[in-house]
């Protein structure tokens, strides 16, 4: 991807986290609440395998 493309793209979707966040803080919020569940998840469950693993 050319180096131009990837800096607009990249400033495109700043530009639409700071609209978001401004004009969408509720749905904002659920978005990274929903997000962080989601990773806590997958820790958990490489957690679960890793302890399994090891017994």
Do not use: H, N, Y
Not at 11 to 22: E, R
Not at 35 to 41: E, H, K, R
Request: zero cysteines; aromatic letters at 12%.
């Amino acid at each position: 991807m050319p180096v131009l493309a990837k800096k607009i793209l990249t400033w495109l979707f700043v530009g639409f986290l700071i609209f978001f966040i401004a004009f969408r803080p509720d749905g904002a919020a659920d978005m990274v609440e929903t997000i962080g569940s989601v990773l806590m998840a997958i820790a958990q469950g490489i957690g679960d395998f890793l302890t399994s693993l090891m017994a």
